[in-house]
């Protein structure tokens, strides 16, 4: 948490000197913590509807499943 929010200080260097420091934080570990501390507000539940064609229901269509007899249908 501290990362997230109070950020933690680097290095800089120039030259192979040390020149100062900046304070890096971590933008994504505050994502996951405001989602998961708050999730009502920072990951609502999501909701995906798919229709078919003209908003009507959607039809599955499976390839025919290969002969098992051995006649493919090709000369051997």
Not at 26 to 41: A, G, M, N, Q, V
Not at 44 to 62: I, N, R, S
Request: charged residues 30%; glycine residues 10%; aromatic residues 6%.
């Amino acid at each position: 948490m501290r990362r997230a929010r109070d950020g933690v200080e680097e290095p800089i260097f120039h030259q192979g000197k040390n020149v100062g420091t900046v304070r890096k934080y971590s933008d994504t570990l505050l994502i996951f913590l405001l989602k998961s501390h708050k999730p009502e507000r920072y990951n609502p539940p999501q909701k995906q509807e798919h229709t078919g064609k003209d908003g009507g229901p959607l039809v599955l269509e499976w390839p025919a499943a290969p002969s098992l007899s051995g006649d493919d249908g090709h000369d051997d």
